[in-house]
């Protein structure tokens, strides 16, 4: 089983993945039609079917245009929104493809009909895959744009946070960086949060994904899996862990970045007007 991490929009993630005997490959949040039969024709595969995480556009968009262009393909989900839907998947409900195997994991919150799809080939000695769409991300987890504290907290401990410690995760966002300098505000102390921002920081200056992280990871540096640590509870103010992840995903959504200052002598060229001849329009 081959997972492959395409990069789209702004800083979504679809992915491709790919039963190397057969050559079949499923696709998951096939946002950007396009450049995913770009990548299905490089590697010879053929698209066997579309799970999609959610709903929203950036996740579910390019369903309809890939069901016309492929005639036969299956579109799996939880949420009668999803564009082209042919297979409405439940809690637990597991599928097979070829050798691969997935198990569908409901986390309703972010939106109310969010699935993640837990993916292993069997017989092979390599990790298994958790595709958490806009559930968790490397170093955070998603909005509570339709559900409440008490979902997610039900999502990221029982749900998710019960798999294989060793389960890789492929997220729906690049937002590593912004993720991890907040969870450095909530944890100044924690080196783990230090080593793994320093880390991202170089993988974005390199142009390259921050995904996949592991479960295993995730426990050391994410805030929002991390509700019953002792820092946490001081930083928020809060004992219960779903007060602890109310108060944190309402500082995270609270969360800027320090602004750039802009450079003095800059903003004294442009008091002055030594920029006015590059600005005026020909």
Sequence with gaps: MKVKVISVLEDNYMYLVIEESTRDAIAVDAAVPKRLLEIIRKEDVVLRAILTTHHHWDHARGNEELVRLCPGLQVYGADERIGALTHRVTHGQELTFGAIRVRCLFTPCHTSGHMCYFMWEEGSPDAPALFSGDTLFVGGCGKFFEGT??????????????????????????????????ALKVEPENEMVKKKLAWAKQRDDEDLPTVPSTLQEEFLYNPFLRVMEEALQKFTGKTDPVEVLRSLRTEKDNFKKPKEQPNPQAMLAFDWGLFSPFLEKK
């Design 149 to 182: 504290a008490e979902q997610m907290y039900t999502n990221l401990t029982q749900t998710l946070g019960t798999l294989p410690k060793e389960t890789k995760v492929f997220c729906g966002h690049e937002c590593t960086i912004r993720n991890l300098k907040f």
